[in-house]
T-cell receptor
Framework: DVKVTQSSRYLVKRTGEKVFLECVQD?????MFWYRQDPGLGLRLIYF???????EKGDIPEGYSVSREKKERFSLILESASTNQTSMYLC???????????????FGEGSRLTVL | AQKVTQAQTEISVVEKEDVTLDCVYE???????LFWYKQPPSGELVFLIR??????QNEISGRYSWNFQKSTSSFNFTITASQVVDSAVYFC?????????????FGAGTRLFVKA
């Protein structure tokens, strides 16, 4: 089974702090994604990556950055946390698409971040 | 631009009723994929089904069935003889090619309550 592990289930941070959310997958997936989930808004894509050191902006990248130094690890960084970044953050990975047509996402359990 | 609309925010049914969850999408791509995911109360999103844009054949899996109609840009999900365990939030998603990889966006979700 694919395992996507997010380092923290619950975090409480203060405004202005730098926050790191870590995500690791164990299936050698090329594609990784960070979403935030808010009531009534569904999942919104923050950043995604299709290879090591490659990153693409999603629909709401402002206030976030990412790092992908190794294939299995995709980190989301909040340089200076703000209260409007209080949310549930979901990491996902997906298998290679070339020749397979597979694009389904495998999700971690989520990290609930509260910024005070 | 991509867009996924799930107009039903919440649906409440009594056990054994049939229920249909609606999904309408927008895309400029001719090659794309559609998905349904389930998020039970435990929180972790689970992949249910994938459909590519060239395959309009409807699919049935046990009590679940999916109706894909390109003419109306819809990908609806029907649960037959609903059960309490079907209570969850259901998300429709659309995936398109993007740079070196692909981008998947989600609708706002439909919360389904199945009462005993």
């Amino acid at each position: 089974d694919v395992k996507v592990t997010q380092s923290s289930r619950y975090l409480v941070k203060r405004t202005g702090e730098k926050v790191f959310l870590e995500c690791v997958q164990d299936m050698d997936h090329e594609n990784m994604f960070w979403y935030r989930q808010d009531p009534g808004l569904g999942l919104r894509l923050i950043y995604f990556s299709y290879d090591v050191k490659m990153k693409e902006k999603g629909d709401i990248p402002e206030g976030y950055s990412v790092s992908r130094e190794k294939k299995e690890r995709f980190s989301l960084i909040l340089e200076s946390a703000s209260t409007n970044q209080t949310s549930m953050y979901l990491c996902a990975s997906s298998p290679p698409t070339l020749g397979t047509g597979r694009r389904e996402l495998f999700f971690g359990e989520g990290s609930r971040l509260t910024v005070l | 631009a991509q867009k996924v609309t799930q107009a039903q925010t919440e649906i409440s049914v009594v056990e054994k009723e049939d229920v249909t969850l609606d999904c309408v999408y927008e895309t400029r791509d001719t090659t794309y994929y559609l998905f349904w995911y389930k998020q039970p109360p435990s929180g972790e999103l689970v992949f249910l089904i994938r459909r590519n844009s060239f395959d309009e054949q409807n699919e049935i899996s046990g009590r679940y069935s999916w109706n894909f109609q390109k003419s109306t840009s819809s990908f609806n999900f029907t649960i037959t003889a609903s059960q309490v365990v079907d209570s969850a939030v259901y998300f429709c998603a659309l995936s398109e090619r993007n740079t070196g990889g692909f981008k998947t966006i989600f609708g706002a979700g439909t919360r389904l309550f199945v009462k005993a």
